[in-house]
């Protein structure tokens, strides 16, 4: 597609339930992040994946947050055990990394998720 | 730790106003200094600042940055409604390492 899609693109889940939040990023882009917007608050690094570097998973705020790419595309953030807390925008973005390293990013609509 | 501090928060301002958004950082081995408009959702990107001095412009919209003290500023000029948003400002610095922001600033404009 022309640019980066996550799905779903709200999610309402119940306290204690899991929940896995999908990104389809620009074809041809190296790289991958995932960022978390809560209200009223800036975008929170979570983990960003490049190329077939291990990711850097620094910005998980605790283990039941993972994320993999597969194939160097597609890319699945699991939250487990949700709790209310977790509950923010959940965004996506893809940049062509160059060996500069100074690629904008590009990012999906994001996901709404809602813990009940 | 690596930071990018925003200011103001919040700003009103009647249409035709300028405005002067702020972005101090302080990051290792800095690369890049990005700026973002963020409405409803995506963020969309307006400008990339690599080199000191160098004044990026789109429109009424442009961007410079300072290497020495280590900040950046966003003009508007002749705000228009449509202006109104959250501006994002994002530094990159060691490479491999992501994107950092700061918390924002959220423009309104009244017509």
């Known amino acids: 597609g022309a640019g980066v899609s996550q799905s779903p693109s709200n999610k309402v889940t119940e306290k204690g339930k899991d929940v896995e939040l999908r990104c389809d990023p620009i074809s041809g882009h190296t790289a991958l992040y995932w960022y978390r917007q809560s209200l009223g608050q800036g975008l929170e690094f979570l983990i960003y994946f490049q190329g077939n570097s291990a990711p850097d998973k620094s910005g998980l705020p605790s283990d039941r947050f993972s994320a993999e790419r597969t194939g160097g595309s597609v890319s699945t953030l699991t939250i487990q055990r949700t709790q209310q807390e977790d509950s923010a925008v959940y965004l996506c973005?893809?940049?062509?990394?160059?060996?500069?390293?100074?690629?904008?990013?590009?990012f999906g609509n994001g996901t709404r998720l809602t813990v009940t | 730790e690596d930071k990018v501090v925003q200011s103001p928060l919040s700003l009103v301002v009647h249409e035709g106003d300028t405005v002067t958004l702020n972005c101090s950082y302080e990051?290792?081995?800095?690369?890049?200094l990005l700026w973002y408009k963020q409405e409803k959702k995506a963020p969309t990107f307006l400008f990339m600042l690599t080199s000191s001095g160098i004044e990026k412009k789109s429109g009424r919209l442009s961007s410079i940055l300072d290497k020495k003290e280590l900040f950046s500023i966003l003009n508007i000029t002749a705000t228009q409604t449509g202006d109104s948003a959250v501006y994002l400002c994002a530094v990159i610095g060691q490479a491999g390492t992501a994107l950092i922001f700061g918390k924002g600033t959220t423009l309104s404009v009244s017509s």
């Open positions: 990051v290792t081995n800095f690369r890049s």
């Open positions: 973005a893809s940049s062509l990394q160059g060996r500069s390293y100074n690629s904008p990013l590009h």
